[in-house]
């Protein structure tokens, strides 16, 4: 969830919370000032009331707001204040809620029941009409600083957004230091400082570990040339034909070794995206030149080759790559075909696709493509990762297939 | 033929002086880039090998050196980085090839025939062993005076043959010559001997001599010893 969401949803929460508290608060402090209002009035009334009768004897009555009664001594009447439904004879009948208050008072030495009422109808209006506008002002008060408070999160995290996609397109392989907008937040433009910082250390150690494996891999070029240069001398002198043998093979191991060197060196290359690879190339006319490279290895097993083109398969990508490609998909085809068996090549305008006879195996569509995954002690397993990370970087799928056939079908990834 | 060889590794440089010295070429070398330099400022070379990671300089300023003084030598790169980028550049500036790590000796002397070719090929065009002689620049070849016709790939391997009499030639350096990388890959190398046997029914086919000889059935030697 977004830092701003979880910071509105709080909010409207809070609010809405804080907003309904507050209004039954409101309300019932309201209603009991005004009831404490209704009170006091009756309490006013009733000393008029006793100066009424102290002075003129006259008992005022006037139904229902004000009863005064004669009573005896004895007769005992409570005092009490509370709230009675009275049913208002002027109007149409119904009842109406008073404030009631009961009292005996002796005056000149006459004791008097005095019931005064007064309509709390008038009251209840008042309430509502102080409360509802209140609410309303309170309502639109949150609102309008919610959306004010919106506003400014959107600009505060503007410039956060704006870092956040350069972070995501930052990559090593640029060997560019991340520039990062400057948010006048201090918070943000600490983070913004560490991750500087940070990737500015990290580029540098990227930099140091790739420059270390690209010298190593170079280096042991030199001691693998001075044994091969070495053996081959070894080859010109009068030696057993057991020791003529064991130099071929410590040769055809060294070439094993030295291809493994330079394959994950390439590896590495291409992962690190260090070929250009601005021109289209049409991988169907590349197709017909490594044929004929590979005519002495299809002919030495009797392969039949059938190539379909049914359009133009194009690529973006470096000639050297697309070079190493086919050549990697067409030693795999020919080294795992059986004798005398097909190569079918389908070239079409979205699709290259490398079939070859040749007998089944257990590796699935991933697996196929791992490093150092083979079926024999003859190859070390990277002719098919390269092809896959050449693919990878450069927005193309790859798939196996297996039916009758072992297909690689290439494709270009759509909308890339 | 004067050859200078820029190697900071000095057992690949002996290695390499003895070979091309057996070779009938002399041999003079540098294991750095100061001596080089000096060796490059003094003397006039047919042929320089030069690395191009020295460890007191960068080999490719001894070639930015080289043209800027235009000298004639034929420049070859021996360089560990396989890496297209790495070739183009080093032409770019002037070489006149580009070997990488590890290479065969007698690849080795073939490029450099072909560099020695390229700079002096007046009169020295035709490459001839007894009664075979290969011209370099029509690309023919002739037994006892008589033309045989050959395929691009009988020529490539006569002359590698030829550059490289009297040396024990393994199928998979004959095979790495004629064809790129990844016929390394192949089970056997039968279409090797295809190939050759095209070239013995030829030669033979004017009265030549069968020079081929099988070594062990693993390689090859072509001599008239």
Aim: some cysteine.
């Amino acid at each position: 969830m977004k830092f701003i969401s979880i910071i509105n949803r709080n909010y409207l929460i809070t609010i809405s919370v804080l907003l309904i508290i507050l209004s039954i608060a409101a309300f019932f402090t309201l209603k009991r000032t005004l009831t404490e209002e209704a009170k006091e009035e009756l309490l006013e009334n009733k000393k008029s009331i006793i100066n009424e009768i102290e002075s003129r004897n006259n008992l005022p009555n006037l139904y229902p707001t004000i009863e005064t009664v004669v009573i005896s001594k004895s007769e005992v009447v409570e005092k009490s204040i509370k709230k009675v439904m009275i049913k208002d004879v002027l109007d149409d009948g119904e009842e109406e809620p008073f404030l009631e208050y009961k009292s005996i008072e002796s005056i000149n030495g006459n004791y008097y029941a005095i019931t005064l009422r007064k309509s709390l109808i008038e009251y209840e209006e008042l309430l509502l009409a102080i409360t509802i506008p209140l609410l309303l002002l309170l309502l639109l008060t949150f609102i309008l600083s919610f959306l004010i408070t919106r506003r400014l999160n959107k600009k505060v995290w503007n410039d956060f957004e704006h870092n956040l996609a350069v972070l995501r397109q930052f990559s090593f392989r640029n060997s560019e230091e991340i520039k990062l907008k400057n948010t006048n937040i201090q918070e943000f433009d600490e983070i913004n400082k560490s991750i500087t910082d940070l990737t500015k250390k990290l580029l540098v150690d990227y930099q140091a570990l790739k420059k270390f494996s690209e010298n190593a891999s170079h280096e042991i070029q030199t001691p693998i040339s001075i044994i091969s240069v070495n053996l081959e001398e070894m080859l010109q002198h009068n030696i057993p034909e057991q020791t003529f043998q064991l130099i071929v093979n410590t040769q055809q191991t060294l070439k094993r070794l030295s291809d493994l060197n330079k394959n994950l060196l390439l590896l590495t290359k291409i992962e690190n995206r260090q070929f250009s690879s601005d021109e289209e190339i049409d991988i169907s006319s590349y197709i017909e030149s490594k044929i004929e490279e590979f005519t002495p290895l299809i002919k030495s097993k009797n392969l039949k080759v059938e190539v379909t083109n049914d359009g133009v398969f194009q690529v973006k990508m470096s000639s050297e790559l697309v070079d190493i490609l086919l050549n990697n998909l067409l030693s795999n085809a020919v080294k795992h075909n059986s004798i005398s068996g097909n190569i079918y090549i389908e070239i079409s305008k979205s699709e290259l696709k490398i079939c070859n006879s040749g007998a089944s195996n257990k590796l699935t569509n991933e697996a196929i493509f791992n490093r150092f995954t083979k079926e024999n002690s003859q190859s070390y397993g990277l002719g098919l990762a390269i092809v896959k990370q050449i693919c990878n970087t450069h927005n193309i799928a790859i798939q196996y297939r297996k039916s009758d056939f072992h297909c690689f079908v290439l494709s270009r990834c759509s909308g890339l | 033929m004067k050859i200078l060889i820029v190697e900071d590794e000095t057992d690949l440089l002996i290695t390499i002086s003895n070979y091309l010295t057996k070779e009938n070429y002399i041999c003079e070398l540098a294991e750095n880039f100061q001596k080089a330099f000096e060796k490059i400022s003094i003397y006039e070379y047919d042929i320089i090998l030069l690395d191009i990671t020295l460890p007191d300089g960068n080999g490719i300023d001894l070639l930015k050196y080289i043209k800027k003084k235009n000298l004639k030598a034929g420049i070859i790169i021996l360089s560990a980085k396989s890496s297209l980028d790495d070739k183009i550049t080093g032409l770019d500036l002037g070489a006149d090839d580009y070997i990488t790590k590890p290479f065969q000796l007698s690849e080795l002397n073939s490029r450099i025939n072909a560099v020695l070719r390229k700079h002096h090929f007046d009169g020295s065009n035709v490459v001839q062993f007894n009664e075979i002689k290969v011209d370099t620049v029509s690309k023919t070849i002739k037994v006892n005076d008589e033309e045989i016709i050959v395929t691009k790939k009988e020529y490539d391997m006569l002359l590698y043959f030829i550059l490289n009499k009297n040396r024990v030639l393994t199928k998979e350096a004959i095979a790495e010559h004629l064809w790129n990388d990844n016929i390394d890959q192949a089970d056997n190398f039968d279409f090797i001997y295809t190939h050759l046997n095209n070239i013995r029914r030829k030669i033979k086919s004017k009265g030549g001599t069968d020079y081929i000889k099988t070594i062990y059935g693993m390689g090859y030697k072509f001599s008239d010893r």
